[in-house]
């Protein structure tokens, strides 16, 4: 089973939605803006996917590679999904932070877009890379 739940986000964390499309600070300074969080089933498992816009990782003109990116999508695991998935009690497995240039619909492709992602577990308030 699947669910978008566009203001998600702002309702977890009690905030208006106006924050939610507020900038989010990153270790590489670049804007980066909440876009959705879907909520998926698998069997016993709750995953939640976080999608967040940063413009500047676009292959023509950004200005942000993959390897800073990577710490970006780590922070906003740890300090944006999981403690707004912890303020709600929300039972969770994995998590995945995705970030695009560009708004791009779930499950649809886009040749212009850059996106990337990683799958995190959370441990406590950490959270623990999945590699796959």
């Known amino acids: 089973m699947r669910l978008t739940l566009h203001i998600f986000l702002a309702s977890m964390a009690c905030l ?62 740890e300090t944006s999904a999981l403690p707004a998935l912890i303020e709600q009690n929300r039972p969770v497995e994995r998590i ?11 499950g649809k492709s886009d040749p212009d877009a850059t996106q990337f992602f990683e799958v995190y577990s959370p441990d406590g308030a950490a959270c623990i890379w999945e590699g796959f």
């Open 16 to 77: 208006p939605l106006s924050a939610v499309a507020s900038p989010i600070e990153v270790p590489s300074g670049q804007p980066v803006t909440f876009f959705e969080v879907i909520w998926e089933e698998e069997g016993e498992m709750n995953i939640y996917r976080f999608r967040y816009i940063a413009p500047e990782i676009a292959r023509d003109g950004g200005s942000i590679g993959f390897d800073t990116a990577e710490r970006d999508i780590k922070h906003l695991c």
């Open 96 to 106: 995945v932070i995705s970030i695009s240039d560009r708004e791009v619909a779930f």
